[in-house]
């Protein structure tokens, strides 16, 4: 039985998603199953992989993004009877760039080593975080980029939402439809509920933003600056709603009140903290 599922977001990249599925299943076949969700694609442009088409009006659409779409590919294994058959999920969007080489077995000793641990990241190859990563390759942080996360399945089962399991309840906040601020919120939740968040130079990953940048209109999303701008603006009025922080700074302290009460419950985990 494979350990992890892997779910790939595709909105009308057909070869973006496919050579990601393709890499995935070369190197990481014995470990993972593979799910593609469509996320409002166009029939003609589906992965050759699609597991799953979002393709209700509002999808069709303006897609899902990364907290509905995710939530979707996990409502399915959930409606299926498949999710509690895995230890963890991979969730990816498909303009991820992962190593020549395995993914998934280093991330998962790392997982196996930290029993804490409920959401883990590879390392962005130009993120200033793995600058913190030399004397240990993992360490324990209050953020993390969204685009490539593996998540226990217990950290998952102990914040989901069991009474609406949809696209937009699972796990993410389906409402934060751009996703601006819902990695601190994973975060936050994780860590109230004695889960850390790690980020590992075990394996770095890269995101393609060319697709954004000139593919927007066969992605059926604003260009670039615009879908940038209304990221910030919509996930402001989001969190200034929810939660009444007028700043993602306010957002960062909130998620880090948690992250230190943390190493006070479990001072045995201090090497790990940043």
């Known amino acids: 039985m494979k350990r992890v599922a892997t779910i790939i977001l595709n909105r009308n990249l057909p070869d973006v998603t496919n050579r990601l599925h393709e890499h995935l299943a070369r190197f990481d076949a014995d470990l993972t199953d593979l799910y593609v969700v469509e996320a409002g694609s166009d029939a003609e442009r589906f992965s050759r992989y699609a ?15 990364f907290c509905r779409g995710m939530n979707h590919g996990l409502s399915q294994l959930w409606k299926e009877n498949k999710f509690k058959q895995y230890d963890a999920f991979f969730l990816l969007t498909n303009d991820t760039e992962l ?51 593996l998540l226990r399945r217990e950290f998952i089962e ?9 696209f937009m ?19 936050a939740k994780g860590y109230a509920n004695d889960w850390a968040a790690a980020i590992t130079s075990k394996v ?10 000139n593919q927007a209109a066969l992605i059926k999303t604003e260009q670039y600056e615009e879908n940038l701008r209304l990221y910030i603006e919509e996930g402001q009025n989001w969190m200034r709603n929810k939660y009444g922080f007028n700043s993602r700074w306010s957002m960062q302290q909130y998620v880090k009140s948690f992250y230190d009460r943390f190493f006070e419950f479990h001072p045995e985990y201090h090497n790990y903290q940043v």
């Not at 699972?170 to 990695?183: P, V």
């Open 158 to 166: 102990s914040i989901m939402n069991r009474e609406q399991p949809d």
């Open 204 to 213: 770095f990953v890269g995101e393609n933003e060319s697709y954004l940048l």
């Open 51 to 65: 597991t799953w088409h979002a393709s209700w009006p509002d999808a069709m659409v303006h897609g899902l993004r």
């Open 169 to 187: 309840h699972f796990l993410f906040d389906g409402t934060n439809f751009r996703g601006y601020g819902s990695e601190s919120e994973l975060i």
């Open 99 to 149: 190593p020549d080489g395995p993914t998934l077995a280093p991330l998962m000793s790392v997982l196996d080593s930290h029993p804490r641990v409920g959401i883990l990241s590879p390392c962005g190859a130009r993120w200033g975080e793995r600058l913190l990563l030399t004397k240990e390759s993992t360490k324990y942080f209050w953020f993390i980029h969204n685009h490539a996360l």
